[in-house]
């Protein structure tokens, strides 16, 4: 069963906590992206990763950070900086042959209470 | 800055009608335009997509019609179901290295109804 899971689907956090939320790919796709979705808005791109141990700042990158040790996994951390972490999170993927498609994740919203 | 302007925010069409809704873009080196559809609680799922040397995509009920001079593409909707009830977002993609950077419309609430 190919495709891109992400876990937690619900997350609750306390204020001044770090989380960290996990999108793992089996489509075997270099690029890996977050971004993140609030009510009325368009999804906004938080970083992405176009190769292992590397990635880049997308538009919104302030109070969060990102790792790629794997392929297939590209973690997001959201720490304590984010003055408004509450929202919808979606990780995607794309491959390198097909670059300008991005295939979705099912989300994790996290509620900060 | 929003560089992909999407209208209408909301629209209702009976079953068996047209929808149509409308993305602007400003920027002149996006190459790659998506359309995506999501269901409440979903990740969005990639509907149809276009390039801009192409003025027409047409893929089964859902049509992207591009106007590259004007900077506008739409999507249309034919003989609409309910089951088509859902959010629309418009996206323009520009590449970057081996990735690409997609920006969003604000996206288009579309209700069916019987």
Same mark, same amino acid.
């Given at each position: ?21 996990? +999108? @793992? ?46 392929? @297939?996994?590209? =973690? ?8 408004? =972490?509450?929202?919808?999170?979606? +990780? ?22 | 800055?929003? #560089?992909?302007? #999407? *209208?209408? #925010? ?8 047209? *929808? ?10 996006? &190459? ?6 999501? $269901? ?9 997509? /276009?390039?801009? &040397?192409?003025?027409? %995509? ?5 049509? /992207?019609?591009?106007?590259? *001079?004007? %900077?506008? $593409?739409?999507?249309?909707?034919? &003989?609409?179901?309910?089951? &088509? *009830?859902?959010?629309? $977002? ?13 920006? $969003? ?10």
């Amino acid at each position: 069963d190919g495709g891109i899971t992400q876990s937690p689907k619900y997350l609750f956090r306390k204020e001044g906590q770090n989380v960290t939320l996990s +999108c @793992e790919q089996n489509l075997n796709h270099d690029a890996m992206y977050w971004y993140r979705q609030d009510p009325g808005q368009g999804l906004r791109l938080i970083y992405y990763s176009q190769i292992v141990n590397d990635f880049q700042k997308g538009d919104i990158a302030e109070g969060y950070s990102v790792s790629r040790e794997k392929k @297939e996994s590209f =973690p997001l951390t959201v720490t304590s900086a984010q003055k408004n =972490p509450t929202a919808f999170y979606l +990780c995607a993927s794309g491959s390198r042959g097909r670059a300008d498609t991005q295939y979705f994740g099912p989300g994790t919203r996290l509620t900060v209470l | 800055q929003q #560089q992909v302007k #999407q *209208s209408p #925010q909301s629209l209702i069409v009976q079953k068996g009608g047209i *929808s149509i809704i409308n993305c602007a873009y400003e920027n002149t080196a996006f &190459d790659y335009f998506p359309w995506y559809q999501q $269901f409440p609680g979903k990740g969005p799922a990639l509907l149809i997509a /276009i390039r801009p &040397d192409v003025s027409e %995509k047409k893929e089964g009920r859902f049509t /992207i019609s591009f106007n590259k *001079s004007a %900077k506008q $593409f739409s999507l249309h909707i034919m &003989d609409s179901q309910p089951g &088509d *009830s859902a959010t629309y $977002f418009c996206a323009a993609s520009k590449r970057t290295g081996t990735a690409s950077k997609l920006t $969003f419309g604000t996206g288009t609430r579309l209700q069916v109804t019987l």
